[in-house]
T-cell receptor, first 110, second 114 residues
Framework: GEDVEQSLFLSVREGDSSVINCTYT??????LYWYKQEPGAGLQLLTY?????DMKQDQRLTVLLNKKDKHLSLRIADTQTGDSAIYFC??????????FGKGNQVVVIP | DVKVTQSSRYLVKRTGEKVFLECVQD?????MFWYRQDPGLGLRLIYF???????EKGDIPEGYSVSREKKERFSLILESASTNQTSMYLC?????????????FGQGTRLTVV
């Protein structure tokens, strides 16, 4: 089955950029996602990228996809205290299966 | 306002009990999912369903079963609860065939098995 890998913890100073990485193994994935989970809250979609794209920019968020290496990254520019959360990458396969990684805890230091 | 509703926020059950976790969505979504979330392990897919009466095993289906008798409702069943099933359970739904759209999550059910 699909296996999505993420590193676990990142601390970053307010105003700096933060980069979160993810690897996946299912080359048939059609869409890849980044979700955010704030403390005590449910998961919310941040952004997504279609598998035939290399990059997508959405305001402070930049998603890079390296399909050859099955590597996905999320860059947050000008990180703010409200960005403190757990970030999950996820992939959707052709059979509608939605699988998530282990998550990456981001702590923004004022 | 879109909504995925899980029947309980907190639940305490005894070992060996049969446990039902209910999830209802009001968005007419085809896909529904059950995950468990554990520290350091992320979200692990237990089961998913892409249509009424259809179900597919996820990565950790052992000890669980599901039921999808109506489009809006997806139930997770623990046939005989065990302490290692203590976890946060999350339900989600999404439209089928539109991979770029969002999966909506419920607020979660924190289950403790004693």
């Amino acid at each position: 089955g699909e296996d999505v890998e993420q590193s676990l913890f990142l601390s970053v100073r307010e105003g700096d950029s933060s980069v979160i990485n993810c690897t996946y193994t299912d080359s048939s994935s059609t869409y890849l996602y980044w979700y955010k989970q704030e403390p005590g809250a449910g998961l919310q979609l941040l952004t997504y990228i279609f598998s035939n794209m290399d990059m997508k920019q959405d305001q402070r968020l930049t998603v890079l996809l390296n399909k050859k290496d099955k590597h996905l990254s999320l860059r947050i520019a000008d990180t703010q205290t409200g960005d403190s959360a757990i970030y999950f990458c996820a992939e959707m396969s052709g059979n509608n299966r939605l699988a998530f990684g282990k998550g990456n805890q981001v702590v923004v230091i004022p | 306002d879109v909504k995925v509703t899980q029947s309980s926020r907190y639940l305490v059950k005894r070992t060996g009990e049969k446990v039902f976790l209910e999830c209802v969505q009001d968005m007419d979504h085809e896909n529904m999912f059950w995950y468990r979330q554990d520290p350091g392990l992320g979200l692990r897919l237990i089961y998913f369903s892409y249509d009424v009466k259809m179900k597919e095993k996820g990565d950790i289906p052992e000890g669980y079963s599901v039921s999808r008798e109506k489009k809006e409702r997806f139930s997770l069943i623990l046939e005989s609860a065990s302490t290692n099933q203590t976890s946060m359970y999350l339900c989600a739904s999404s439209p089928r065939g539109q991979g770029g759209t969002e999966a909506f999550f419920g607020q979660g059910t924190r289950l403790t098995v004693v």
